[in-house]
């Protein structure tokens, strides 16, 4: 009987062979590498290399030069975007060569909060931020498409700019004259990168920034070389032809091995899947507690984002429990209800009333449910 399976068996695997060798053959793939050599480590390389063919000296540092000219242009990329990446002296230096007639390109408001001017997200998801359309901007005579994140924007308060450019989504570029010298904040730079700069009309909106309103002596873009490339910034390589599968090389010198190991492998899985002696009976159910239910019952709401639905039924019983015992304290404001409950609990009145009235932050909430159990106990 065994022989008969093993012969069954040597048949079917040998069918299944001559039909994957006539079926499968070797093919080339193209398979994301990411890139490479400098343009792994600056982002901006290809805006570098736009700027030089087009006839402006440009040069990436990890500094602030020292040598800047006020004809100059001066962008600000990466962590020099923080406001801890700069020094009091260092902002103070940038501050004087705008008003000297530098130009300063940033995608930040926290350098110049002069400006005052705030940078918000709408919330956007993935798929949402991929189907915005680009903004049309008309920054000189031709019309450009700029492809902006559409999960950034900006706004300002007092200090009204000369240019704003804006779309659905909010506003995404203001320029500043400041002194002799110019401001120019976006909501973000990633155009500019080396996977973006190629798309829409992203180059040509660069070089116009660059050199707004004056021709640009020379072009600096600070940025720190060892910045992680964002996911998407890759290039593709061809593997060879040529270079056969593990699983082919497999096959081909150790075929015998494999079919060996295969029947093996059948065999101890039949064997396996008898079963020797009765089959055990199923251990009793144990009953949960009702406050295990309770507990799971609050902790799926507070996965699901539902901490006011836990907050609410809190301060129904609270209320609910005051009305047994001072039902005439109902009656009274929120700040006269809170004082009343302060004496009796001695808590502070205004933290009470947060209790009572206040919102559903992660914090708030945990002290929340402290007062409001605290005073029931007190009740």
Same mark, same amino acid.
């Given at each position: !009987?065994?022989?008969?399976?093993?012969?069954?068996?040597?048949? +079917?695997?040998?069918?299944?062979? %001559?039909? /994957? %060798?006539?079926?499968?053959?070797? +093919?080339?793939?193209? +398979?994301?590498?990411? %890139?490479?050599?400098?343009?792994?480590?600056?982002?901006?390389?290809?805006?570098?290399?736009?700027?030089?063919? !087009?006839?402006?000296?440009?040069?990436?540092?990890?500094?602030?030069?020292?040598?800047?000219?006020?004809?100059?242009?001066?962008?600000? %990329?990466?962590?020099?975007?923080?406001?801890?990446?700069?020094?009091?002296?260092?902002?103070?230096?940038?501050?004087?060569?705008?008003?000297?007639?530098?130009?300063?390109?940033?995608?930040?408001?926290?350098? /110049?909060? @002069?400006?005052?001017?705030?940078?918000?997200?709408?919330?956007?998801?993935?798929?949402?931020?991929?189907?915005?359309?680009p903004t049309e901007i008309f920054f000189t005579e031709d019309s450009l498409k700029v492809a902006f994140n559409p999960d950034y924007y900006l706004e300002y308060s007092d200090y009204e700019p000369a240019l704003e450019i804006s779309d659905e989504y909010g506003s995404h570029l203001l320029i500043y004259y400041y002194g002799t010298g110019l401001i120019t904040v976006l909501s973000d730079l990633a155009f500019i990168e080396n996977d973006k700069i190629g798309e829409y009309d992203h180059a040509?909106?660069?070089?116009?920034?660059?050199?707004?309103?004056? =021709? $640009?002596?020379?072009?600096?873009? #600070?940025?720190?070389?060892?910045?992680?490339?964002?996911?998407?910034?890759? =290039? !593709?390589?061809?593997?060879?032809?040529? @270079?056969?599968?593990?699983? #082919?090389?497999?096959?081909?010198? !150790?075929? &015998?091995?494999?079919?060996?190991?295969?029947?093996?492998?059948?065999?101890?899985?039949?064997?396996?899947?008898?079963?020797?002696?009765?089959?055990?009976?199923?251990?009793?159910?144990?009953?949960?507690?009702?406050?295990?239910?309770?507990? $799971?019952?609050?902790? /799926?709401?507070?996965?699901?984002?539902?901490? =006011?639905?836990?907050?609410?039924?809190?301060? =129904? $019983?609270?209320?609910?429990? *005051?009305?047994? +015992?001072?039902?005439?304290?109902?009656?009274?404001?929120?700040?006269? *209800?809170?004082?009343?409950?302060?004496?009796?609990?001695?808590?502070?009145?205004?933290?009470?009333?947060?209790?009572?009235?206040?919102?559903?932050? $992660?914090?708030?909430? &945990?002290?929340?449910?402290?007062?409001? &159990?605290?005073?029931?106990?007190?009740?």
């Amino acid at each position: !009987m065994q022989r008969i399976i093993l012969l069954l068996l040597s048949i +079917v695997l040998i069918l299944i062979s %001559y039909w /994957f %060798y006539n079926n499968f053959k070797i +093919v080339s793939e193209s +398979v994301e590498i990411g %890139y490479e050599g400098e343009a792994r480590d600056n982002p901006l390389l290809a805006a570098e290399r736009l700027l030089e063919r !087009m006839g402006t000296p440009v040069k990436s540092v990890e500094f602030l030069p020292d040598e800047l000219d006020t004809q100059d242009t001066l962008i600000l %990329y990466g962590r020099f975007l923080n406001e801890d990446a700069l020094s009091e002296e260092q902002i103070q230096q940038l501050i004087y060569w705008i008003e000297e007639g530098g130009h300063l390109i940033l995608a930040s408001e926290k350098l /110049f909060t @002069v400006l005052d001017i705030k940078q918000y997200q709408n919330g956007l998801n993935e798929a949402e931020i991929a189907q915005a359309p680009p903004t049309e901007i008309f920054f000189t005579e031709d019309s450009l498409k700029v492809a902006f994140n559409p999960d950034y924007y900006l706004e300002y308060s007092d200090y009204e700019p000369a240019l704003e450019i804006s779309d659905e989504y909010g506003s995404h570029l203001l320029i500043y004259y400041y002194g002799t010298g110019l401001i120019t904040v976006l909501s973000d730079l990633a155009f500019i990168e080396n996977d973006k700069i190629g798309e829409y009309d992203h180059a040509q909106f660069f070089w116009e920034l660059v050199h707004l309103e004056r =021709q $640009a002596a020379h072009v600096w873009l #600070l940025h720190s070389q060892m910045e992680e490339m964002p996911p998407e910034n890759s =290039q !593709m390589e061809e593997i060879p032809p040529n @270079v056969p599968s593990l699983w #082919l090389l497999l096959w081909k010198n !150790m075929w &015998t091995v494999i079919i060996s190991a295969t029947i093996l492998l059948l065999f101890w899985l039949w064997s396996a899947s008898r079963r020797f002696g009765s089959v055990l009976p199923d251990p009793p159910r144990a009953r949960r507690r009702l406050l295990e239910h309770i507990e $799971a019952s609050g902790h /799926f709401l507070w996965r699901h984002n539902q901490a =006011q639905v836990l907050l609410d039924s809190a301060r =129904q $019983a609270l209320l609910k429990r *005051l009305e047994s +015992v001072h039902p005439d304290w109902l009656a009274l404001s929120q700040l006269e *209800l809170s004082q009343h409950l302060a004496q009796l609990c001695e808590w502070p009145a205004d933290e009470i009333e947060k209790a009572l009235h206040g919102n559903k932050a $992660a914090f708030a909430f &945990t002290r929340a449910i402290q007062i409001i &159990t605290q005073i029931g106990k007190k009740l």
